[in-house]
């Protein structure tokens, strides 16, 4: 079945750093891949996403880079802020079509300081 | 812009009771999906619904639960009998064929 791993939080970082999240997938087929960020006390938001291999999703300054060989679609961004401290989820489905559930990993907890 | 919404945020039952979760998917998206997360636990899936009935479902969603679309705009969860181990929050998304926008949840606390 399918199944993501993500690195285990909490990661703590300070104002204006390189992040980095990795996440991992085992699927059958070609699924689409999608990162979602929860903010406190609130939903998910559906951040970026690829949908096929070397697509690279990007939105607020995070990109990811659907990486098939690696099985990978790690998150990263340049120069991280207060405002990112939330929880991201790596994510991915089916390629059957628009019916599949999302299968999700554990979330990783970001702590960005001042 | 729109968003999905849910109600209500907090509900509290009673072991036993059955308990309905609602949910207004965005108005022009044709799949509608529930998904729970038991405190410090990952976000699971439970069912997707399209063109009014049940596309795909997890083996969590089992004969205690239904959805229902009961007119054009509601999408609900029912729990017949509620469990201690149903306490959770529960998602409600909507979305096409690579997208789903998830509510903002309800924290279902069952005692």
């Known amino acids: 079945g399918n199944s993501v791993t993500q690195m285990e939080g909490p990661v703590t970082l300070s104002e204006e750093a390189f992040l980095t999240i990795n996440c991992t997938y085992t699927?059958?087929?070609?699924?689409?891949l999608f990162w979602y960020v929860q903010y406190p006390g609130e939903g998910l938001q559906l951040l970026l996403k690829a949908t096929k291999a070397d697509d690279k999703g990007s939105n607020k300054g995070f990109e990811a880079t659907y990486r098939k060989e690696t099985t990978s679609f790690h998150l990263e961004k340049g120069s991280v802020q207060v405002s990112d401290s939330a929880v991201y989820f790596c994510?991915?489905?089916?390629?059957?079509?628009?019916?599949?559930?999302?299968?999700f990993g554990k979330g990783t907890h970001l702590i960005i300081q001042p | 812009e729109p968003e999905v919404t849910q109600t209500p945020s907090h509900q509290v039952t009673q072991m036993g009771q059955e308990v309905i979760l609602r949910c207004v998917p965005i108005?022009?998206?044709?799949?509608f999906y529930w998904y729970r997360q038991i405190l410090g636990q990952k976000v699971e899936f439970l069912v997707s619904?399209?063109?009014?009935?049940?596309?795909?479902k997890s083996e969590i969603f089992d004969d205690q639960f239904s959805v229902e679309r009961p007119d054009g705009s509601n999408f609900t969860l029912k729990i017949r009998s509620t469990k201690l181990e149903d306490s959770a929050m529960y998602f409600c998304?909507?979305?096409?064929?690579?997208?789903?926008?998830f509510g903002p949840g309800t924290r279902l606390t069952v005692t």
């Open positions: 998304a909507s979305g096409g064929v690579h997208e789903q926008y």
């Open positions: 699927a059958t087929g070609y699924p689409s």
């Open positions: 994510a991915l489905a089916n390629s059957g079509g628009g019916a599949d559930g999302l299968t």
């Open positions: 108005s022009n998206h044709l799949y």
């Open positions: 619904f399209y063109n009014n009935e049940i596309s795909e």
